[in-house]
């Protein structure tokens, strides 16, 4: 039933979409941008760096998970966030959809299930794009777009549980103060030792490193235990992160 109901939050948002699609679209292309500018500019400058397992990756093929990482951080957190606390918030979208027979986890599960889908659409294109490059090199990398799912899962959830907190779009600042450093400083365009030891453990506990580690080495086919604990990682923020949405949205909406 849960199911059914959360199809019909995900029509809603299809919908109201239709005279927005430029918004959409326009997200599809930055990380791509991002990936041909870096390895026509930077790529014959930096050369070669170490990836999985020890694997020298040219500049591109290193960059280019990092960047697919974060497309899917980026597709989903934008409705997770932005979304969610304008129906909250001023349109009392939540409020006509529980008039109905909807319940709250129904809600919960269909804004998810969107900002999952709009961060899949993103990474999927990426991961074209990957193909097409070369920087996909293993039969493991027909794993990567599930693992980019599983990453819009965890940023989407765990998006949602902090817009359910944010007073006024003033606390959007604070989106942008986390995502920015999490982008930059995630292992995302250079390996982990080439950071200070005393940082390492620092950007380990940002869950877009984890997300760009399991889709490289998924990407070169590199697959050991490290893989499973970056699955277990984005897995635990996406329940964490979703179970602190039921919740509050039952406080904000019922109690």
């Known amino acids: 039933m849960i199911v059914l109901a959360a199809t019909r939050i995900v029509e809603r948002n299809v919908l109201s979409y239709r005279r927005m699609w ?10 791509i941008f991002f990936l041909f500018s870096l390895g026509v500019g930077l790529g014959p400058l930096v050369g070669r760096l170490e990836g999985p397992g020890g694997r020298l990756l040219d500049y591109p093929d290193f960059v280019a998970p990092g960047l697919l990482a974060a497309a899917a951080m980026n597709g989903a957190m934008i409705d997770a ?93 604070y989106v942008q103060l986390i995502l920015l ?11 982990l030792k080439t950071y200070p030891p005393a ?13 760009a580690e399991l889709v490289r080495q998924l990407a070169v086919g590199v697959v050991g235990p490290s893989t499973l604990l970056h699955v277990a990682v984005l897995a635990g923020v996406a329940v964490v992160g979703f179970t602190v949405v039921r ?3 039952r406080l904000l909406l019922i109690t």
Do not use: N
């Open 199 to 211: 940082l390492r453990p620092i950007v380990m506990l940002s869950p877009l490193f984890h997300g």
């Open 81 to 173: 966030t932005f979304g969610l606390f304008f129906k909250l918030k001023y349109a009392k979208t939540y409020e006509a959809i529980l008039a109905t027979p909807m319940e709250i986890g129904d809600v919960a599960a269909g804004e998810v299930t969107w900002s999952l889908m709009r961060g899949g659409v993103y990474s999927g294109l990426f991961v074209a794009v990957m193909a097409v490059q070369g920087s996909i090199s293993s039969w493991w990398g027909l794993l990567v777009w599930p693992a980019c799912l599983l990453i819009a899962l965890a940023f989407a959830s765990a998006g949602m549980a902090c817009a359910t907190f944010m007073r006024g779009w003033q606390d959007f600042d």
């Open 181 to 191: 450093p999490l982008f930059l400083f995630s292992a995302t365009f250079y390996p």
């Open 22 to 31: 430029p918004a959409f679209v326009s997200g599809l292309f930055e990380p």
């Open 247 to 249: 919740r509050r949205l």
